[in-house]
């Protein structure tokens, strides 16, 4: 029987490898966005693109109700990002609950079609802190789905246990280096103005300096 996967496919760097890595693992592969009003939405229409060209099903869920529920620098556009913010010392940019309506959504949509296969790029690696990126989180809800919706789902976390280099060490093992690096979105401020050796992005937002930074060690390790 051919085997299916969902793959929550953001348009980031991650989810833009969790995406190969799910092609060379599946025999079929959906992927799924989402849009929650986030300040870098553009991100989805990468995702979107991505998609296009691969011949990967895609579709894009309305979570806009995330925006209103909290505080954040990611939904909030007039709140300025801070590596401690307000809430719980984490990132301004955390968006509280937010894999977990992500996660849920997707096991939604994955078990009537009969896909127990879940991918995530999440990484409790080079975390922000963020708790719903952890292993234990996930492990937990991959159980309260099974009661939830009858049906045993697995959570794939290729990007676990890898820093950033790693994620990109993974793209190039699988041949998508230039395409993570060119169709991925990272940068929070939604800039896709200026093409860098890393990728597209300001440069200078959290998310872009992790990235940047990940791609010089990445380099650095290749020994060129
Ligand atoms: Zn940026």
Not at 80 to 86: A, L, N, T, W
Not at 89 to 94: D, T
Not at 130 to 135: A, G, L
Request: aromatic share 10%.
């Amino acid at each position: 029987m051919a085997k299916s996967a969902l793959v929550l496919h953001s348009g980031g760097q991650d989810s833009t490898t969790c995406l190969f890595w799910a092609l060379r693992n599946f025999d079929q592969v959906y992927a799924m966005g989402f849009d929650y009003a986030q300040r870098h939405l553009v991100e989805l229409e990468c995702a979107q693109k991505l998609c296009e060209r691969l011949k990967v099903p895609y579709t894009t869920v309305d979570m806009s109700f995330i925006a209103a529920l909290g505080e954040n620098s990611l939904t909030n556009h007039n709140q300025s990002f801070e590596m401690v913010g307000p809430y719980q010392g984490l990132p301004s940019s955390f968006v509280p609950g937010r894999n977990l309506f992500f996660l849920s959504a997707a096991a939604a949509f994955a078990a009537p079609r009969g896909i127990v296969d879940l991918v995530t790029g999440v990484c409790e690696t080079d975390y922000s802190g963020y708790p719903d990126c952890r292993q234990d989180f996930v492990n937990h809800l991959a159980g309260t789905l099974e009661l939830a919706l009858q049906m045993k789902m697995t959570i794939h976390t290729p990007l676990m246990k890898l820093n950033k280099a790693q994620t990109f060490e993974l793209a190039e093992k699988m041949d998508c280096l230039e395409s993570v690096i060119k169709e991925s979105h990272t940068c929070y401020q939604g800039d896709r103005s200026e093409l860098h050796n890393w990728g597209y992005g300001c440069g200078s937002c959290p998310s872009c300096e992790l990235r940047k930074k990940g791609y010089g060690e990445f380099i650095k390790g290749r020994g060129l």
